[in-house]
């Protein structure tokens, strides 16, 4: 490694960087000013999960006197953000792929915001089935504040749900900044691409990975380490659209540890797939699968007593 002395040293040093720079387009982003903020991104989640948990987050002590004018409020500041973060993402798209002047990006964002905005009620039942699945499921749970308060799973799913109807109206790069801060956190890794029915409850939750291409149904129960995941990933982007993730039907359970790989791979309804299984072909519906267990062998050992030596100059 060169060692950077003086002036002239610096000023080499930085040309070498910049040739860097040239030599590697697709890791700088310069000469455009369109790219979008993770900064205002994460704000942005922020405000939403306001919107979709009132007296939760943000304000408190709201009362239906105040209720109105906050969540319009609410809702008008949402928009301006999103749409300019939206607008910036479509620009950094279309100038990627050469597309210098994007004449119809603002009117794009600004259709592709409102769409979103329209989805919050939706949005909003789902996540009450998901918190009531965790309340069902949990019995360690107090309550469903606890669970909206405090789960590191409910968090990702929250988050997860939000970046599914963004990733479904197509929104570049902004569905995958919010789930991967979603990974940041809590140690869950849910694709936005991934769809999930209501009632969906992951219990602890680190190490879970849910792909792009899974499917899950209704009413659908995993544990932390649950991997639903690629078969083989090989062949890179040729496998971009594929279904390359499995297919987890309703009232389905699945504890730790378990990976379930391949787009061809369905876990039928009503499944129970037990912990430290690895799973590449479909499981019948209402069909346990397990490993067999290992056989555990105990020795009884007589009773030692510890004296620990003391040193010479150690006085009590």
Do not use: W
């Not at 989805?119 to 699945?133: E, F, G, N």
């Not at 140690?187 to 939750?205: E, K, L, R």
């Amino acid at each position: 490694m060169a060692q950077v002395h003086g002036q002239s040293d610096l000023s080499r040093l930085a040309e070498d960087i910049i040739a860097t720079y040239r030599e590697f387009p697709a890791t700088q982003y310069i000469g455009a000013n369109s790219l979008p903020s993770r900064d205002v991104i994460i704000h942005l989640i922020g405000m939403i999960r306001e919107l979709l948990f009132p007296g939760f987050f943000g304000k408190q002590s709201l009362s239906d006197a105040d209720l109105s004018y906050h969540v319009n409020s609410m809702v008008s500041g949402v928009r301006d953000a999103l749409f300019d973060q939206i607008r910036r993402a479509i620009r950094h798209q279309e100038q990627r792929g050469g597309n210098t002047e994007c004449k119809d990006c603002d009117e794009t964002a600004a259709a592709l915001t409102d769409e979103f905005l329209g989805s919050i009620p939706k949005i909003r039942r789902t996540l009450s089935t998901d918190a009531q699945a965790a309340f069902d499921g949990d019995p360690a749970a107090g309550s469903v504040d606890e669970i909206i308060f405090s789960y590191p799973g409910y968090l990702a799913i929250s988050i997860y749900r939000i970046a599914h109807e963004l990733c479904a109206l197509h929104v570049p790069l902004i569905p995958r900044i919010m789930t991967e801060y979603a990974h940041s956190l809590t140690g869950i890794d849910i694709h936005p691409g991934a769809s999930i029915g209501d009632y969906f409850f992951i219990d602890h939750g680190t190490g879970v990975v849910i792909g792009e291409t899974t499917i899950i149904g209704r009413n659908v129960k995993i544990y932390q380490g649950v991997t639903l995941g690629a078969l083989s990933t090989r062949g890179g982007q040729q496998l971009r659209g594929s279904k390359r993730h499995p297919t987890i039907q309703d009232d389905v359970m699945i504890y730790p540890n378990a990976s379930i790989l391949g787009g061809e791979t369905v876990i039928g309804a009503g499944a129970t797939i037990n912990g430290n299984v690895f799973i590449t072909q479909s499981v019948p519906p209402n069909t346990r699968v397990s490993v067999k267990h290992p056989e555990l062998q105990y020795r009884n050992r007589p009773p030692r007593e510890f004296v620990q030596e003391q040193p010479n100059d150690f006085q009590i």
